[in-house]
């Protein structure tokens, strides 16, 4: 697995999924060389969509992507281990390529029940899991060991993505195991890559798809010094589009872009302030 991966937005209308915003956004993706789609993690509002909708969400993006290069990394993400697999078996007979699981929040379960929930979880399905480490939303941070053993121990796990800002994790993870380090960091994309990464699962490439596949793509081809330049000169919109909790911003600046009709969100998740409002449209001015 490698490659440039938007983890998609989830528009709404009225309080509903907007699905017809939600197949063009999945478009425009495909029309700009996103490698994989990545339909309800946590930029898609995951938490607060009914199963329906959540599962709606992934039949739409292996719809609009079927015959295309543009793969889908569907959601799969719970506290509850049944829930996982209920959500990961429902993607996967659907035609998603893969499943993105997040550890398991609130509840904070120890190594081994990490280890045991991944392994349950994959041993449900056949097509491939990637791993979602981000200690900071839940709480429950995949040591790099237990990683590399779930890497090991079962087939189809075969990703991680590292969402935790350390770079000594993606060194150590790349230095003692052939797993694939996926960025889950928008600001730390090319140090990610230039030290053995093989991807990103991105927010800032909703908004700006093409540059995030170019900054992958030439890294992955060798070319760290286009690479790095990508990466230094969309620093400023990756700072400002988590100036409150993501996917606040990046759901304004889609909004002030003309991207998607309607500012909505779930609550308790809501609008940013004016000042915040304020920050995101004068940086916008640099990328639009």
């Known amino acids: 697995m490698q490659g440039a991966m938007t983890a998609l937005i989830t528009p709404f209308k009225n309080g509903k999924v907007d699905e017809e915003t939600y197949a063009k956004l999945i478009q425009r993706q495909i029309d700009n060389e996103i490698d994989w789609v990545v339909p309800v993690g946590t930029t898609g509002e995951s938490a607060t969509l009914t199963h329906d909708e959540h599962k709606r969400c992934i039949e739409i993006a292996v719809e609009v992507c079927k015959g295309t290069n543009t793969k889908v990394l569907a959601g799969a993400g719970s506290n509850s281990t049944h829930e996982s697999i209920d959500l990961a078996k429902f993607a996967e007979a659907k035609g998603a390529d893969a499943v993105l699981s997040v550890s398991p929040y609130y509840n904070k379960p120890t190594q081994r029940g990490l280890y045991e929930h991944y392994k349950a979880l994959a041993n449900a399905i056949e097509i491939p899991v990637?791993?979602?480490?981000?200690?900071?939303?839940?709480?429950s941070n995949i040591n790099v060991e237990t990683a590399i053993k779930l890497f090991n121990d079962v087939e189809?796990?075969?990703?991680?993505?590292?969402?935790?800002?350390?770079?000594?994790?993606?060194?150590?993870?790349?230095?003692?195991?052939?797993?694939?380090?996926i960025s889950g960091d928008d600001a730390i994309n090319y140090p990610i890559m230039a030290t053995g990464g093989k991807g990103c699962i991105s927010v800032t490439s909703n908004l700006l798809p093409k540059r995030i596949a170019d900054l992958i793509h030439t890294a992955l081809k060798g070319d760290f010094d286009t690479s790095r330049a990508i990466n230094e000169e969309l620093y400023d919109i990756n700072k400002v589009l988590f100036v409150e909790s993501n996917p606040i911003p990046i759901k304004f600046a889609m909004y002030e872009a003309g991207l998607i009709?309607?500012?909505?969100?779930?609550?308790?998740?809501?609008?940013?302030?004016?000042?915040?409002?304020?920050?995101?449209?004068?940086?916008l001015k640099k990328y639009l």
């Not at 994790?169 to 797993?179: E, G």
């Not at 009709?261 to 940086?283: G, Q």
Request: charged share 25%; aromatic share 4%.
């Open 130 to 139: 990637v791993l979602y480490n981000v200690p900071g939303r839940t709480c």
């Open 156 to 181: 189809n796990i075969i990703a991680i993505k590292e969402a935790t800002g350390s770079i000594e994790n993606v060194v150590a993870l790349c230095a003692n195991s052939d797993i694939a380090v």
């Open 261 to 283: 009709p309607s500012l909505e969100y779930r609550l308790p998740l809501c609008e940013p302030s004016d000042e915040n409002k304020a920050k995101i449209k004068e940086v």
